[in-house]
């Protein structure tokens, strides 16, 4: 699955690419990112790609990076993962 999936008027974004913003915002590499957020950088690069989702215990440690909470990252995903849902369901 890709950042951003769009079918008709319905727009689903991966929170993966908040990361990627935010990485290239603080202008650091995906493998720094992850050495700061303790998680392996393939699973970094899986969720920014939006091939991993974001699970509770990585919002967590997301959330302890960066200051945005737990539940933004897991409401973040919960909406994604929503949006998919309409979208194979309208394209059915």
């Not at 908040?18 to 290239?24: D, F, H, R, V």
């Not at 991993?52 to 737990?70: M, R, V, W």
Request: net charge negative; charged share 20%; proline share 3%.
């Amino acid at each position: 699955m890709g950042k951003e999936i769009e079918y008709k008027d319905i727009i689903a974004f991966h929170p993966g690419g908040y990361i990627e913003e935010l990485i290239a915002y603080l202008n650091i590499t995906q493998t720094e990112f992850a050495q700061y957020v303790k998680l392996p950088t393939e699973t970094i690069s899986q969720i920014i790609s939006g091939e991993a989702s974001i699970s509770l215990p990585i919002a967590t440690k997301l959330a302890d990076y960066t200051g945005i909470s737990s539940q933004t990252w897991l409401n973040l995903q919960a909406k994604y993962d929503e949006k998919i849902s309409e979208i194979e369901n309208a394209s059915d």
